[in-house]
Protein backbone atom coordinates (compact mmCIF):
# COMPACT_ATOMS: atom_id res chain seq x y z
CA UNK A 1 0.00 0.00 0.00
CA UNK A 2 1.09 3.42 -1.24
CA UNK A 3 0.31 6.39 1.39
CA UNK A 4 0.43 9.78 -0.49
CA UNK A 5 0.09 12.98 0.89
CA UNK A 6 -3.28 14.42 -0.53
CA UNK A 7 -5.81 17.80 0.43
CA UNK A 8 -9.55 17.82 0.76
CA UNK A 9 -11.04 20.88 -0.07
CA UNK A 10 -14.30 21.95 1.46
CA UNK A 11 -16.48 25.04 1.98
CA UNK A 12 -19.97 26.32 3.29
CA UNK A 13 -21.80 29.14 4.60
CA UNK A 14 -22.84 29.93 7.74
CA UNK A 15 -26.49 31.50 8.36
CA UNK A 16 -24.93 34.17 10.81
CA UNK A 17 -22.06 35.92 12.29
CA UNK A 18 -22.64 33.80 15.63
CA UNK A 19 -20.76 31.46 17.65
CA UNK A 20 -23.72 28.93 17.22
CA UNK A 21 -24.16 29.54 13.37
CA UNK A 22 -20.34 29.57 12.82
CA UNK A 23 -20.10 26.36 14.76
CA UNK A 24 -23.04 24.42 13.16
CA UNK A 25 -21.72 25.16 9.55
CA UNK A 26 -18.15 23.94 10.67
CA UNK A 27 -19.69 20.68 12.59
CA UNK A 28 -21.70 19.97 9.46
CA UNK A 29 -18.76 20.44 6.81
CA UNK A 30 -15.95 18.34 8.88
CA UNK A 31 -18.70 15.38 9.57
CA UNK A 32 -19.52 15.03 6.11
CA UNK A 33 -15.77 15.30 4.77
CA UNK A 34 -14.34 12.78 7.65
CA UNK A 35 -17.84 10.72 6.91
CA UNK A 36 -17.54 10.85 2.83
CA UNK A 37 -13.65 10.19 2.87
CA UNK A 38 -13.64 7.74 5.93
CA UNK A 39 -11.12 9.86 7.74
CA UNK A 40 -9.07 9.01 10.07
CA UNK A 41 -7.68 12.36 12.57
CA UNK A 42 -4.56 10.28 12.91
CA UNK A 43 -3.79 10.63 9.54
CA UNK A 44 -3.92 14.21 9.44
CA UNK A 45 -1.06 16.33 8.77
CA UNK A 46 -2.56 19.94 9.09
CA UNK A 47 -5.54 22.07 8.28
CA UNK A 48 -6.02 25.29 6.99
CA UNK A 49 -9.35 27.15 7.45
CA UNK A 50 -10.07 30.99 5.71
CA UNK A 51 -13.37 32.34 6.54
CA UNK A 52 -14.42 36.28 4.40
CA UNK A 53 -14.50 39.14 6.48
CA UNK A 54 -18.33 38.89 7.65
CA UNK A 55 -17.02 36.06 10.04
CA UNK A 56 -15.45 36.73 12.89
CA UNK A 57 -17.25 35.77 16.11
CA UNK A 58 -15.07 32.90 16.55
CA UNK A 59 -12.41 30.79 14.65
CA UNK A 60 -13.60 28.13 12.37
CA UNK A 61 -10.65 25.88 13.81
CA UNK A 62 -11.74 26.57 17.89
CA UNK A 63 -15.02 24.41 16.50
CA UNK A 64 -12.33 21.65 15.06
CA UNK A 65 -10.51 21.74 17.94
CA UNK A 66 -13.13 20.17 19.85
CA UNK A 67 -13.83 17.24 17.64
CA UNK A 68 -12.81 13.94 18.71
CA UNK A 69 -9.37 13.26 18.34
CA UNK A 70 -8.59 16.59 17.11
CA UNK A 71 -6.40 17.64 19.51
CA UNK A 72 -3.33 16.87 18.53
CA UNK A 73 -3.83 18.54 14.59
CA UNK A 74 -1.91 21.55 13.77
CA UNK A 75 -4.76 24.27 12.88
CA UNK A 76 -4.54 27.02 11.56
CA UNK A 77 -7.22 30.37 10.56
CA UNK A 78 -6.51 32.82 8.00
CA UNK A 79 -8.91 35.40 6.56
CA UNK A 80 -9.91 34.84 2.90
CA UNK A 81 -9.39 37.37 0.24
CA UNK A 82 -11.77 40.25 -0.37
CA UNK A 83 -12.83 39.65 -3.96
CA UNK A 84 -15.97 42.08 -5.05
CA UNK A 85 -18.93 40.06 -5.65
CA UNK A 86 -17.55 36.86 -3.90
CA UNK A 87 -19.75 34.57 -1.88
CA UNK A 88 -20.33 36.02 1.50
CA UNK A 89 -20.33 34.30 5.13
CA UNK A 90 -18.05 31.70 3.80
CA UNK A 91 -15.77 29.00 5.30
CA UNK A 92 -13.49 26.94 3.72
CA UNK A 93 -10.97 24.68 4.52
CA UNK A 94 -8.08 22.70 3.14
CA UNK A 95 -7.31 19.52 4.98
CA UNK A 96 -3.78 17.72 4.22
CA UNK A 97 -3.85 14.28 4.81
CA UNK A 98 -1.77 11.09 4.84
CA UNK A 99 -3.79 8.57 2.69
CA UNK A 100 -3.40 5.53 -0.06
CA UNK A 101 -6.27 6.76 -1.68
CA UNK A 102 -5.87 7.74 -4.99
CA UNK A 103 -6.69 11.25 -5.59
CA UNK A 104 -9.82 10.43 -7.63
CA UNK A 105 -11.25 8.83 -4.58
CA UNK A 106 -10.98 12.15 -2.21
CA UNK A 107 -14.27 13.81 -1.74
CA UNK A 108 -14.63 17.74 -1.23
CA UNK A 109 -17.73 18.81 0.33
CA UNK A 110 -19.45 21.61 -0.60
CA UNK A 111 -22.60 22.46 1.37
CA UNK A 112 -24.93 25.01 1.68
CA UNK A 113 -24.56 28.08 -0.30
CA UNK A 114 -21.03 27.25 -1.33
CA UNK A 115 -22.01 23.83 -3.43
CA UNK A 116 -21.54 26.62 -6.56
CA UNK A 117 -17.87 27.62 -5.70
CA UNK A 118 -16.41 24.05 -7.58
CA UNK A 119 -19.32 23.04 -9.51
CA UNK A 120 -17.23 20.61 -11.47
CA UNK A 121 -16.38 18.80 -8.66
CA UNK A 122 -19.94 18.59 -7.48
CA UNK A 123 -20.89 17.18 -10.38
CA UNK A 124 -18.07 14.75 -10.89
CA UNK A 125 -18.84 13.24 -7.15
CA UNK A 126 -22.63 13.21 -7.83
CA UNK A 127 -22.52 11.12 -10.84
CA UNK A 128 -19.77 8.84 -9.11
CA UNK A 129 -21.84 7.85 -6.06
Known amino acids: ?12 TATANTKEAIADSVRELLDDIEDRNALDP ?3 ISV ?20 P ?4 VPLLD ?8 SLKNCIRVLIH ?9 IYHSYLRHAQNLRPD ?9
Not at 1 to 12: L, Y
Not at 78 to 85: L, S, Y
Not at 97 to 105: C, M
Request: net charge positive; charged share 20%; proline share 5%.
Open 78 to 85: VQQMAVEG
Open 48 to 67: VFTATADIDAIFPAAIARQR
Open 1 to 12: MDWKVRAIRGAT
Open 69 to 72: NWNN
Open 42 to 44: AEI
Open 97 to 105: VNTPKPQAE
Open 121 to 129: WNLAQVASR
